[in-house]
């Protein structure tokens, strides 16, 4: 598996899960960037959505992942950028056809309906899973392009 920076952020219902796989990226040798929270205090997921979506922002061969409780508020908090395409997974199948399918730079879960073994095989697959391209690289270029106008 190639190395990869991985940006990490989650909300205080991600933060155990976060650490265990910042922990195993740590061991696979990938340059792990924690943007917190540093402990379980309650904050907002829109916040590190954001957080992690802005520092991505200038690189293009990066990896995000985010964790909440369900992984639902703070996937659609990432993809209110166009440069994010988060994908939130609950199981190896739906992070490698992220990547194969939908070239998804982000990964999320949500901490309280997915277990750490799971969860830590799923961020496998996503990051030594490459994007098909081909019939699905016009529909992904769509993602970034789509507006209300």
């Known amino acids: ?31 792990v960037h924690d943007l917190g929270p540093a402990a379980d205090e309650r904050v907002d997921y829109p916040d590190f959505g954001q957080k992690l979506a802005l520092a991505m922002k200038p690189f293009r061969d990066v990896r995000g992942v985010l964790v909440c409780g369900s992984g639902i508020g703070i996937s659609m908090a990432a993809n209110r950028f166009p440069w994010i395409r988060c994908a939130l997974s609950h199981d190896v199948t739906t992070a490698r056809l ?28 996503f990051l030594s899973t490459e994007f098909e391209g081909g019939r699905h690289a016009n529909r992904v270029d769509k993602l970034s392009l789509l507006t209300d106008k």
């Open 1 to 31: 598996m190639n190395s990869f920076e991985v940006y990490m952020a989650s909300d205080h219902a991600g933060v155990n899960l976060r650490n265990v796989l910042a922990a195993m990226l740590t061991d696979e040798g990938h340059i």
């Open 98 to 125: 992220s990547r194969e399918h939908n070239d998804a730079n982000v990964i999320a879960f949500g901490e309280r309906l997915i277990g750490e073994a799971t969860a830590i095989d799923a961020l496998k697959a």
